[in-house]
């Protein structure tokens, strides 16, 4: 029952969006480190240190030790920028994906993993693991070691792919290991050397999650505001509730996946539509 009114809700707000002009997309992302302080993840933190928005990885170390996600993530798209400044030590370092911690006193695991090193961005190699040989790509590092290079990971179900600044460099299918596992971050031992993460962001592959309204970006890193259509102005601004009614007439407002919005704020005068704060995969904008 609920299914058929969630499908009820979504094609009217669906209906009632496009006839005021706006187009949907389902380019939504979550933000899975803000560049403050590394909530909702865990390490060694005599390794790991944020600072304007740009978290960095250091120290000798006789191990290679991860930043770690506390969540656990199947399909997804995952999109960071990564550097490692200056020229000493062993630069090396990687993206574990679908991994698993096996040492939690040195934060160590053991996964499939996108290589970040000298030479070698993009490269396939199985942490801890021998599902596939290392796979080395020597044409898709950025120009110059120490610049900040884009690398994304798409794990789809049992294929994977490889992407370093807009270039897809290595694909597989046909991998055995399908559950969620955690994302972490490389520090590669010997260390004596610094490897910088920013901008790291995520989007579910086949709806593997849902995105919290708090944590929603689009595409360029923009907070993102699911646009709903408010029919009763006059009403929203009552006692400032914004909400009541039924399947999104009066002041109700849902969003694609049946979820009653909330409203932040009051439409102007002759306004009708309000912008709600939320993200589960889809929004609307202006066309």
Not at 33 to 54: E, I, M, P, Q, Y
Not at 204 to 227: H, M
Not at 259 to 280: H, M, N, V
């Amino acid at each position: 029952m609920f299914a058929t009114r969630k499908a009820i809700v979504s094609g009217l707000l669906t209906a009632v969006l496009a006839t005021a002009g706006f187009a949907q997309t389902s380019d939504v992302w979550m933000k899975i480190f803000d560049g403050t302080d590394l909530k909702g993840w865990k390490c060694r933190t005599a390794n790991w240190k944020v600072d304007t928005g740009v978290v960095t990885g250091s120290g000798s170390i006789s191990f290679n030790t991860f930043l770690i996600t506390d969540s656990l993530y199947g399909d997804f798209h995952l999109k960071l920028e990564a550097r490692m400044p200056g020229t000493g030590g062993y630069r090396n370092s990687g993206v574990v994906y679908r991994g698993k911690i096996t040492n939690p006193t040195n934060f160590e695991v053991g996964g499939y993993q996108a290589d970040i090193s000298d030479g070698y961005w993009g490269s396939f190699y199985h942490e801890q693991g021998n599902e596939l040989p290392w796979t080395p790509v020597s044409n898709c590092s950025p120009a110059k070691n120490t610049d900040w290079g884009k690398l994304e990971i798409i794990a789809d179900k049992d294929k994977v792919t490889h992407v370093v600044n807009g270039k897809s460099c290595w694909e597989h299918s046909g991998f055995k290991v399908l559950d969620k596992g955690i994302i972490a971050l490389q520090l590669h031992n010997p260390g004596d050397f610094s490897v910088q993460f920013k901008n790291v962001f995520i989007q579910p592959v086949n709806n593997s999650f849902t995105i919290p309204p708090d944590r929603a970006y689009d595409k360029d890193g923009n907070p993102l505001f699911v646009v709903g259509i408010n029919l009763a102005p006059k009403a929203a601004r009552n006692a400032g509730r914004g909400v009541g009614g039924n399947l999104g007439l009066g002041t109700s407002l849902y969003d694609a996946s049946g979820r009653l919005l909330p409203l932040f704020g009051s439409p102007g005068t002759g306004e009708s539509i309000i912008a709600a704060k939320a993200g589960y995969g889809k929004y609307f904008t202006r066309q």
